[in-house]
Every structure is written in structure tokens, then in C-alpha cells.
């Protein structure tokens, strides 16, 4: 503790810094900021820009970015990534948004993204799964494996998911998106050996629609599958993250 | 009406029989037999075992055989059977049991099954999709058509599904019964150009189990299928018969 | 293969036509577009409008007239028809839109229909019932079956019903629609000897609202139904169509 | 309070009688008989026989017996009906025991049932109507009203339904039982101006199985119903048997 | 049909008037106005505003009150209100509006609303029940009956429930309107010996939210109810209507 | 640890007593047993007969009583009483087994139950609230609290409910159980200022049977109340004993 | 009731007053205010906001602070909070109005608030159980108790909940309110003696989301808890009012 | 295929194995055995005992005994065990049962297992998760992964959780089984940088019994965690095993 406190003292260290150091994490007036999940649990803390307001959010992502160098936020439209943006206007920090998905992901130039020798594949049904599917790419990247997506192989055309078998036996790990009947996991999980994470999405009406069909089939499915939540891209690429972790340790041996 | 009571009256017709032709129905002590149904709307009328005692559905079953030739039962139990074929023990009637399907079906020898120019095709994932299959089966044949069973081409194993393709495409109508998460419907659907019933199957345990995931992801599926109730095989196969009975009169002009 | 390509190389085919012909789907921007759906599966692609943006929509359906010559939407808006129109106003292709039940057609002057000799019968409890009828019919009608439409003859005034059998038991397969407790599909079952495709429709309120009181309803039906989902009008006109090709085909022969 | 007391000592009234007279209920071992709930609610306290073991239900219909001269006993079988003979032995009561509809009613000989000026309807889809229908048939009757049963007259045949119409519209009320879809109150109640009282039975099976379809669907009626729980046979009986007191009530005057 | 057609050539019959007396409804651009339902059912019909446009529904009004001198209009917004008192101003016809129940009625002068010798009490829990309420005495009154509103008497101050009973046990009929845990009509059922349909109303949130506890609760009540669905008020009204008219006329006999 | 280990060596403790007070639990082959529990949460450690083996139920109940000097036991039913009565035979414990709440409980005679100075009531609405009311009162007791018991005050004569609130008042706390519709906490809690713990119980049959309605009818309840899951009576008596811990030790103040 | 007659005659109370005193409400043209209900139960009678206009809710506040001497207003908005402000601008009363938990208190400088000797512990898992914790402590205040906020603590981080353990075992009662998975009730019971009060929060998306999943986890803790409604603040926070009442009067003693 | 016929021919090759290896299933009389199922999917094929008869179940693994050396089986009971045993009393086979975990394994001597340098951590909350997570640590085992057991770590008791993070954290993978309110995942992922799979268990009574509290409390889990459906250890195991695999042939590399 002494030394954080005399690195404060000479200017080498934020006061937040030394927070984040010293007691796990760092606080701001919108709430704190866990700056210490990653090394504790493998997961980069993301903000979850979805219920704040723009000036929470980009508070907090000021916070996350003076403590530990990077922010990522989750479930950000426009206006919050405006908001984050003149937040960081006065600092090195650079920002990259994503419209389509969502997210946004600000960093300063000291920062340096973990690199997995790993693969996670992520694949869709189609055009409507890309929401999701894109919030699992970018925590997949930001926790350091290489990503590649395989789009629009739905079942509907069978032709098309068998087309993609060898490219998909290739990856380390899949993540399998799907909506409405959400068939495609089970279909791939019976012609892969590769680990594949489940991913429901929130299409379709009706009796079983915004995606609990999906999720239960994916839960019955007849193929080795884990599942995450309707929608819950983040948590499927949190997981693919973890598993490219550990492939990437065992090679580095 | 005078020429019904002229026929009773000569010992032409028994009275039961009479009565079907006059109001419709017959009636016993246990109900009513609806003898009217099949020219009316295209179906046998059915004795459900489900829920009567033995000697309820032997008297039901004796009146039908009396009445129109041909007693149909589904979910009927050894108990049961056996109680129908001692009711009918007298009578030239002939019976068959199928123990694993559990239906039922007695004719005089006089009586014509319906023969229609068209062929149904039943398609199961797996051994656990053999009871709704065979009341499917049962009730689709006696309505006059052809059937074929297609069984155990679930989508775990891909290469056994788009083996049968061929022989899928040859028929006028097909039922597919799964379970679990119910993917091979919306698979055949995509596969071929024929009609397809989809007939949800109650395996499965947990979320979405007894059928109720399977049934969703019918109804979601992203490929046109119509769908009946979980286990409904009667219905499945009386809904494929009725298609049948229109494609035969077509071929028949 | 080297035939299309000399007719890409010879001006005779655009490079859009080429792929759907070689690889079964054209792709645009906003996605792909499965060229080869109809001859597979018998039942034509059609480009969903809920959840695209007027841009998507009008890029996929200049892809699918540019490859196959006609573009069917659904659940579609004045905002997107609008997009569409201009889309194609360069072209030869001409746009009709139903704003009542929400789809687009455009076709070029060359594109054949096909023409089916056999007819599909609409049926609606009443006029809430008007949208997914609406989308039953357009697609039935594009898949090339005779379609008549019966509307406003619920059993809640059950003459109007009565009065419509004869004209019921004339179409080769029957779509019946209805909401709130959904009694009309089992009411007419009853009565005629037709394939009847029940489709429950999103009306109703409080317990078993949104159509799942109709639903539920359909599937325990003491008459012969099969179902689609909850407003799945499309659906139900595939369904309907492929019976119908099936039977007009058997009227070929 | 005193001449209770004094007809307790001239041994004129049992200590239970006394005891309900004063307090309003009669205390046994077995639980609280609330011999006051007639005449303040209208609705004759019974004995469920569900859920209570022969020993508990005799004791609890002795005392009613003693009490105020009849005991009615729901839901009891077989063994439950012999211990209430057996407690009875001693006493001038009378038993009569339905063993399909699984009541029982013991009385004494000075007992007076009420006798309304009224007839309730009671209507059933099928066979499988007929417990609940005869547990609402039971305490109609022993409210006093007259209570005619019509029997099988389900939508699948609408003949049937149709044929009954003059003699339902005879009656001053009516239960209307159905199980599956439940469709038989709604064509009732649009046919007639009688109140109609939708009684759902759990028949049914998959998806809305075990009357909640039934239950729905006659919540969303597009007819004037009110609806009780399923098989509630009981409820719906003593509904009617209040309207039926208001109208013999009003035929009095 | 002769007399309507000379009345008709006559001028004394409008050709709405007409249609409507011959075939038992009339016929507007926006669906049909079904006539004969009071004369059939006991219950007139009425328009539901809820989904329809402001022209739909004026256009419905007027031909009601061409057809049968009054409209009733359920679920109408200010907008609805006004296009239906524009539709009707060339017309001798008055026009109420309840902008709290939204409800419309509006009739000739020379329109004859019944007048039936019997009473319906509606009573609310509290103020979040007035919509449905309204409603109920709204169809109640136009059947003819009295109505009586005992508000606010929720069993939170249960001393306001026990003053109320006396003016409860006095009308023919009650509807007891509650949200929440629902726990009014059950208490009140235990106090009087009328007959009581409950009204579950749409208020509460979370768990058994949007008026279900309230409906589960009164459909498992352990006093005779029969209930309605979800702010049915509509439906509550119209059966206590029909029990009004029932004791009406065995009052006048 | 020293001391503990000595007096192990000396025999004043057993290896189990000695695991117990060194690790917090005690280990049986049929699991641990949360020693400290009791000192730690304030509850003491309960068996769950349900579920288990009377072999393990026994062996759990032996480990307890050894450890800590009594064994409480919910959910066990003649069986497992009975083992746990062998197993414990040859020791000084003595075994209370109430069949009706299917409780037990074995105590050494050294063991000193706590002794509060508070009271907790516990309220029925009928006699089949008896099973988790005696559950409830059970671990109220052990936990030191006074109980008494208020049976048979259900709403449907509302009379015992306010016959009973001047001794309802005096409690320090209450729990209130009911089944079916569960309005009886709703309409305590509206009479009393004393903190109400709701308790549903499993009775009831059709929609929301099982206990639901009760539950969702406490949780909507327009008093102030806290519930616990359905049939919980062991929680409601903890949380009860609780609540009285508190207040017993503020009167020792 | 002749002294507050005499006192309505001398100005000393405004007749809302005296009505309160005789009747145990007030009454406005909003609705009745129950003034007694502070008395009768313990809680003071609270306006919900929700659902009712600015101009109801102003009504009724102002009947509030003229009858009792405060208003308690829960969910209420901005426009609503303006329109008590203005309302109450004559009188000597003063507003506050939290925004981010959406209540609003007003007060006459007589008016004196209780004073418990005894603290309420509000515990939340994270920011976004903000809204639902301001409610409980709101009324928690209000009641009199002193009201200790330990927030985010949530078991992601599970050394924060840990640290927090002395601090929470020694306020007298806790509430914990948590959201998605609901964990934090679970943990914190574990680790303390005090009774808590587990309040759900509707975060979460999907499956289980809305507070589902959070409320069924707390009632199927296996720590002991007794569960409020998802976002009940309210409710949770009378219900530990009430405790700390019971707690606080032991203490008095 | 020539080398598998002359294999045959040369009696090398039982048919069995012969059909297995052309084919890629074998087939009995009880239905097909997917033999290619490992070496695609990298998940050995098993049969499920549930639903089958002893006789089904035992022909099967003959099956599988003759075509790959090797049969799993799981949910079977003793009855099912015996005919297994039975059935391969002639085989040099050796049979291993868990009566606890209802699983069976049949080995030929010359079965070589694979073995994978990579550990499954197998959790439990309590000791009603022995079923299910035995199920896991089967299939893990066969798989070729180590399996290592820490048991009764639930949260109620969170001292032996956290004792427990080091020995967590060094296993490759975990699967943590939990039941009632399934906390115990979400806590061991906040602790540990290891991919957590997440198994619910069916324990658990009342509302979100049967094991769906647990589950949708892990799927809004707040920390990464991976779901399989209610009690499916088979999945949770085979995705372990498939995660194993990957880590193992890296280390391998």
C-alpha cells in the first residue's frame, strides 16, 4: 500500500488509480467501477449503457478508462456514445463505435488488448441475429481471441449450414445465434466435436416468440449444447472468451 | 323414413342400424356413436379409450360394429382390448390390437376400407415418437391411403435426414413427429415441396419439456409447416388423410 | 456452370441472376436472398419487413426482382412500400402494396405467375381478423391457387355460418381465421369434409389474450384442424398453397 | 339465548344444535360445520371430501346431520361413502350415494329440501362432462331448484347443439359444461338469451390440456358468459341455484 | 318479405332497415352490424372502438342507429367520440360520452330504451376499478335495468365492506369489481345471499400483475362467484343484465 | 484449538462434537450438518426428510443430535420417524413425532431450548392449512417463541375472522396461512398493527391451483405483507422466530 | 362526535377534518382518503401516484396534509410532483420530492413524525435497485425508524457483500433488494441473525426477466426469508416499519 | 468398403461392426446406434434408459458392446441394470452400475478409454445434486477427462465455498450443480477465472419448484456462466468433456 500511496504522491499514479489498486475498485457519482473483475475472474468489466443515462454512462466509462485503460459499453445508442465521446474529448483515449450492435469500446493508446492464440467462431441463422451475435464478437476480441464470424447459414436452406462444417470444425469454440424455432445449434453441435455455446434471440411471435422458443429447444436439444440467455450476447462471448483463455494457456505451455 | 322402418321391420336393418341412418348417431348406454361423421366431415368417427372404463368402450365399440361395420379406438390398453374382443366374441367380427400404439380395430367382413390413389409418409426422429406416429399411421390408413414410415432420421445425425430426402419428396403429404427441442420438421420442410404436418412428441424433461419446446418451435418454424397438438397423432393423421382424400379425387377425374 | 458464365460474359445475364443460378442465393448488402427457395421447397422466399429498416427492405426486394423477377413483402409500411417504390422506379417493374394488410408485390412485366386449378377458401370470424387473411391470401394467390375469401361469419350469430357451408365445401382446402376464444375453425370442421388450416389471430384481451385463448383452443380442437401461430398468415398461405399445388398437380395428370 | 338454553335442558335440542344456533357453526373434532352459511349466503355449507380422510368427512356429515338435518358430501368415494353409511347406522338418516359423480347426500326423515319455482339447464359437450356436470346438478337440486340435463350435444356434431335450442331457451338458467376447446357455452349463449354459466372441464391433453383451454377460451367468449373455475361443478351449481332463488323468489310475490 | 319490400318501395323502410329485417343484420363498408343479437341472445350488440379507426367506427354508429335507432359504442377514445358526433349531426340522433368509462351511446329520439322492474348493484374496491365499472353499468342500464353503484369499499378497511352489506342483500344482482389480490368479491359473497360476478381489474404490477391474481384468485374463491375476464366490464354487464331480465319478467307474470 | 483437541484426547468430547465446534459442521456419510448455523444465521440446522432415504435421514438425525443435542426433522414421514427412533435407541435423546405436520424432533435431556419473551401467532383460514401452519409453529417453538395457535377464521365467514382480531393484536407477530384464493392475510393485516407473514398454502385445484393463487393474491395484497413460497412453513416460522429474537432481546435490555 | 361538531363550529377543525375524526376518512371528488388507516394498522395511508392523473393526485395529497398533517405520494412523476407543489402553495405546508425514487412527501410544520429506537438496514446489489430501495426507505422514514443505506454489494464482487457483514448484523431488521438472478437475500441471510426482507427488482432481460427470476430464487431460498412483490418497495419498507414498531415499543418498555 | 466385406468374410469383422463402419449406425431390433456419433461429434453415443423397457435397454447395449466395446447408459434402474447384465453374461464385458447416479457402463476388455490431460471440477451445492452431477462426472470420465468431486460447498454456508476457490481454480473447466434458488454458480464465477457451466437441479417446491427458479436464476445469472437444462448432467458433462478435449489436444501440441 505504500508504494501506491507514494506513486500518488509523485504524480504517477490518479488518485482513481490507486483506489482501483488499493481496494478493487474505483468509485464515481454514477457507481463504482470494478476494476479488479478481469484479473479475478477472467472478464473484462463492461458497462451495461441500457437503463443509465447518458451522463452516467459516460462518467463511469471516464472512470474506467483513467483506471484501467480501456472502457466497454454494452447496449449504448447515440446519444451515450456522443456522451462518451465529449467525455473523452480532452483525454489520448480513442473510440470506436458500433451502430448496429451497440457497443462501444474507448481506449488509450498505453493500452494493450490481451492476444489469445484461440479461435472463437460465431455464427448466425440470419440478418436479425446481429445484434447479439456482434455484442459476443466484441467481448471475444476485447478478451483477446481471434473472431470469425459465419453469417446467414440457417437451416431453412440446409445447403448452406452444410456448406460451412469445415470451416466451423476449424474454430476453437462456437457460438451458434438463432431465433424463432432456433434449430441451427442443434443442427451444427451434431456435425462438429467443437465445443458450441447456444445463443436464443429475441425474433419471432407469437406462442413461443422474443425468443423462448428458441431458448427451450435449445434446452431440449438432442446435441451436446450449453445455452445462454435470450439476447444475452455478452455472456456467450464472455464464456467463448473464457474457454479461448484456457486452449490458449495449454498451448503456450 | 318409411323405407328404414319397412327394412327393421323386415329384419333387414337392426334397430341400431336404423337409428344411425334416421338421426346420425346410435346410442348405447355408454353415449352417443356418431355414425354420420365420416360422410359428413371426412372422418371415422373414433372411440377415445382414454378415460373410459373397459366396459364402456367394448359397448361403445360393439355399437359402432354393429352400426357402420368398423369400430375405431385409440389409447386403448391391454384391459381394454381384451374386454372388446370378448364383447364382440359372437360376432363375425374381426379384431386388431397394436400394444405399442394402442389402438384398436374391429371390422365385419363385409366392410370396405376406403382405397384412395395417394400416399402419406411418417417420419419419426427417433424410437420415442412410435405411439402419436402409429395413431397417426392407424387412422390415416383406415381413411384410405397409402402410408409409408420413414422412422429414425432425427437431426443429431444429419446424413440420416438428407438420406430419406429422396424417398420424402415421393410422397403427397408427410407427417414428422419429434421431440425434444422438435428440429426436424422445419429441416424436412426446407428439404422438400411436399405438404408437412408437424407433429409435436412428448419426450423431453425440464424447461420446455412434455413436449411444450417442441411445440413452439413448430410453431416458430422458419419454413411453412401446419401443426397439431402434442401428441396428437389422431389429429396429424385424420388432417393427412383429409388431404389425401382430395389429391385421390383429383387423380380420380 | 460454363453456360452461365458465357451469358454473364455475353450482357445475357446479370452478375445477380449468375450467382442465383450457381450458388442458389443472390446476395445484396443487407443480406441474402434464397433464389432457389420455390423449386426446393415449393414455397416462394419472401423478404419480412418487421424489424428491417426501409433501406434493407427495398435493397433485398430490387435484389429479388433484379434475380427472380418478383419481390414479395410482408408486414411491410407506407414508409417501406415508399422505399421500395422508389427502389424500382428505374425499372420495368411494377408495385402493388396493401396497406390494410401489409405486404408488397412487384413484378416485372415477364414474370409468370404460376396458375394452379385448384382453389384456396379464406374464412374470418370478423373484420379484426382482416390482416393475417390478408397475408394468406396474397401469398396463396402468388403461389398461383383461385382464392375466395368468406369473412364475418363467427358463431357468435352462428346462421351466418350455417348459411356458408355449401360455399365452404366447395374450395379444396380452407384457412380459417378467428380470435378471442377461436370457435369458428372447430364449428366449420364439423361441417364440411375439407382440409381446414386454423389460424388464430392476436385479438382478445385480459386471460389468454393475444391470441394464445384461440391458439390453445385450436390444438385441443374436438374436430379435425391443423394450426399455424398466432397471426401467421403466411404460413397458413403456404400451407394452403401446397396443398394446393399438390392437388392441382394430381388434376394434371 | 335463554330459550336455546331452555330447550337444551328440556333435551328438546342437541348440545350441536344448540351450539349452532347460538354461535353459528358446530364444532366436532374433524373441524367447524358453519351451520349459519345457508341462510346468510344462500349456499347450503358441504363437505369437501377431497383431501380428508373417512374419518374426518363421517365425523364432519354427523354432525351436519345432527345439526340441521342433511349433510352434503363432494368429491368422496367409495370408502369415504361407507364410513358416512357406517356413522350413520344409528340414525333415522338416509344416505344416496352417486358414485360417478362422487357425491353423497344424507338427510333425515323431517328434513325439508327447499322447492323453487325455477329450472336450471344442465349441458354437457360429452361424456367426459359428466362429473362436474352432475356435482352441479346435485346442489341445484338441493337448493331446490328443478334441474333438467341435456347430454351430448358438443360442436363437432352442431346438429345436435342446434336440435336442443327450444328446449335450453325453456330453461331460467343455465351451466353449460366442455372441455378440450370449450367451444359448446359460447355457440349456447349466442343462440339463446338465457344466462348462460360456462363451466370448463380438465379433460384435454398437450397444450392447454387439463381444462385451461377449455378455461380461456370461455374467458374470451365473443358471447355473454360468466365462467367458473375448472371442473368447479360445485360453484356453477350454486350460482345457478342463486339466480334460480332470485327468480322463484320473484315468481312468488 | 313482401310487406318489407312494399314498405321499402314505400319509403317508409330505408333499405338498411330493410336488410337488417330480412337477413338479421345490416351491412356498412366496415363490416356488418348484427340486428337480430338482441332479439336472438338478449344482449344488444355493441361496437367494440378498441383497433378500429374513428371513420370505422362512425360508420358502424350510423348504421346502427339507422338500422335500430341506438348505438353503444365500448372502449372509444375522444377522437372515436367525435368522428361519431360529426357522423350523426345531420341526424335527429343525441349523443352521451363517458370520457372516464369510455363509452358512447347514441340513440333516436324515438327509441324506447327497456325499463325492467329489477336492480343491479355494481361495487368497486377503489378508484382504479371505475373503467370497467363504468362499462358494466354503461351495458346494464341499456338492458334496462336499475342500476345501484356501491364505490370504494376495498377489504383494506374492511369496517367500509360491512357498512355496505345491507344495501348489498337489497339489489337482484351484484358485479364486484376488484384489482390487486381480488379479495372483494369473495368477502362480499360470504355476506350476502345474491348472486355475485366478479370483475377482475387490470391494476397491480409484478407477479400475478395485469389483473391475473386478481382473476386466479376469484376463479379459486372459496364463496360462489362466477367471474368474468379482465376488465370485462362489458360481459359482467351484460350477464347481470340477462339475471335482471330473467327476474324482471317472473316478476311481471 | 488446543483445548478442543484435549479434550477430545480426555474423552469429554466426541470427534464429532470436537469437528463441529473446529469446522462449523459435522460430517456424516449422508453429508455435513451445519453446526453452527444456529449461532451464525440465528436458525438452528433442520433435516429435510424429503428427499431422502430413511437410512440417511437417521444417520443426518443421529450426527445432529450428537453434535449439538437435538435433531429437528421436517417433511418425514412414519418411515423415517421410525429410524430415527432405532437409530437413536440406544441413547438417552427422546423423539417427538407429530404425523400430522410431519415434524420430529429428538433431544438429549441436556439440551436447553431457547427461551424468548415474545410470542407468535399462527393463523388458519381452514383445517387443510394444518400441515405447514404446524411446520411453522414447530421451528417457532424451538427457536424459543411462544406460540398459539388461531384455526378456522377463514373469510368465507367473515364473522370468526373479527371475532378473533383482539387476540390477534396481542401477538408479536403473526403468521397467517391460506390456500384457494388466499384473501385471509389480506384482510388480517388490514385489522392489525402487527407485522403479518403471509403463508400459501397448496390447496385449490384448476387455474392457479396448487397454491398460486395464494401466492400471487399475497404478493399483489393490498396490505402490507411479506410472503413466503408455497406450503413454506418452515420458513415462515423461522423468519417469524427471527422477528421475535429481536423482540425478546430488546425487552432483556 | 358532539365535541368535533362543536369544534367544526368554532373553526378549530375544517369540516375534512371532522369528517376524518367521525368516519375514519376524508373524502375528495378524487376518491376517499383513509385517514384511520395509520391508527388501525400501523401504516399511514399513502397516495400511488401511478394511474392517476396530476390533478387527482394533487386533490387527494392536499386532502391528505389538511386531514392528517402529511401526504405520502409514491410513484409519481415530475408533472405530478408540480402539481402538488402548486396545490399546496397556499398552505403553510413544504413539498420534498426525490425524482430518481419518485416520491414526494408534504408536511405542515406541526406536524410530528414517530421516533423509533430502531434501525432498518436497506442493503441493494447495484444501481439499478435504486428506485424500489428509495421507496422502502422513504416509508420506512416516515414510519419512524432510523434507515442505514449500504449499497452495492451486489455477489459479483463477493467481497464487497463480505465486508459488509458487521455493519449489517447490527441494524434490527434488513431489507435486500437485488435484481437478474436475485442472489444477494440468499448470501446476506447466511451471514447475519436479523431478519430479512429479500425484495425483488424487475432488472433483467429474457427468460426469468422482469424480476421473475430474482422473486422465485427468494422464495426458494434455502436461507430463511420471507419476499415482497418485484419492486414493492413499498411494501417491504412497511413491512420492516412495522418490525422496527414491535422492536422499538420492547424497547420502550 | 471391399476391405470391411473381405473383414467379414474372413470373420474378422462381426456384421455388426461391419454395418457400423459402412454405415456409420448399427441397428437392432429396439432401434439404431449412432457408433459414428464420437467420431463427428466427439460426444460418445449413450443410451437413455428412461421410457425404454429393460429389454429395449439391454438389446441396445448389446449393440453398442459388439460394435465399439463399449455402452453407456443413463436413467436406469435396477430392473434395467439386471437385463444389461444378463444380456452380456456370455460376453467378456465387465458391467459397472451406480445405483445412485442410475448410470451404467459395459467394457470389453480390449475398450481403451481415451485419456485427456485436462480436469473437470464437478460442484454441488448440497447432496440432493448427487444425481445430476453424477451424470456429469460419468460422461466426463468416458470421455477421458479427470473428474474431480467438491461437494456441499452450497451458499447458505458461505464459509466452505470460499474455503473451496483455490481447489476451484485449478481445474481446467467446473460444472457447478445447484437446486431451490440456484445461487451457487453465479457465486463460484464471480471467484474463479475458470469457464463455469451451470446445471440446475430439480429440487425445490412451490412457485418455481422442479428446478425453474434455478434455472432462470442462472441464466440472468450477473456473473459468465453457461446453462444446460434442469437436471440434464448428461449435457453438462459431454460439453465439459468437449472443452477438456480442446485443452488436452493443445497441451498435446
Known sequence: ???????????ELTPAEAEAKLSGY?????????????????VPEAILGDGKTPGEVSELAATAVETIGRAIVTRIDAAGAAAVSDALGETPATVRWDGRANWLVATVPAFERPDLDAAVGIVTAGTSDAVPAGEAALIARE????VDRIDDVGVASLARTVDAVSRLRERDVLIVAAGREGA??????????????ALPVST?????????????????SCTALSVVNIDAGFTAGTQAGLIARQIAAARDR
Open 26 to 42: 474505483a468509485t464515481s457519482g454514477a457507481g463504482r467501477f470494478d476494476a479488479a473483475r478481469e484479473s479475478r475472474s477472467g
Open 1 to 11: 500500500m505504500r508504494d501506491v500511496l507514494d506513486a500518488v504522491a509523485a504524480g
Open 143 to 146: 478478451m483477446g481471441a481471434t
Open 184 to 197: 441451427l445449434p442443434t443442427v451444427v453441435a451434431g456435425l462438429v466435436d467443437t465445443p458450441v455455446i
Open 204 to 220: 419471432g411471435y407469437g406462442h413461443g416468440g422474443a425468443g423462448e422458443a428458441a431458448l427451450s429447444g435449445m434446452l431440449q
